[in-house]
Nanobody, 121 residues
Framework: QVQLVESGGGLVQAGGSLRLSCAAS????????MGWYRQAPGAQRELVAT???????NYADSVKGRFTISRDNAKNTVYLQMNSLKPEDTAVYYC???????????????WGQGAQVTVSS
């Protein structure tokens, strides 16, 4: 069984910063892409940022220049540094990882439990 455990959410004022972490554990052979998604109340889940195992990153236009995704492959952990936060960044943030749990085997998507990020104006 694989678990993704997130930490680092909370309440911050506009213009502030937060850092989210997500550690994958369990029966893991290898991890491909990792990423962060978010879902605001009444909205669909949307992509925030992704990072490949080789470190290639991709960001939603709304967070470019403010958020930075990174990962530590040795620790099976992905991070999201969020700076210059805005009230519209308020959402539940979910980490995602594409993980292979057996060899040979296919990669499957796993999700964290979600971390609330609230930005006050």
């Amino acid at each position: 069984q694989v678990q993704l455990v997130e930490s680092g959410g909370g309440l911050v004022q506009a213009g502030g910063s937060l850092r989210l972490s997500c550690a994958a554990s369990g029966r893991i052979v290898s991890i491909n892409d990792m990423g962060w998604y978010r879902q605001a109340p009444g909205a669909q889940r949307e992509l925030v940022a992704t990072i490949t195992s080789g470190g290639i990153t991709n960001y939603a236009d709304s967070v470019k220049g403010r958020f930075t995704i990174s990962r530590d492959n040795a620790k099976n952990t992905v991070y999201l540094q969020m700076n210059s936060l805005k009230p519209e960044d308020t959402a539940v943030y979910y980490c995602n990882a594409n993980i292979r749990i057996s060899w040979p085997g296919t990669y499957l998507d796993y999700w964290g439990q979600g971390a609330q990020v609230t930005v006050s104006s």
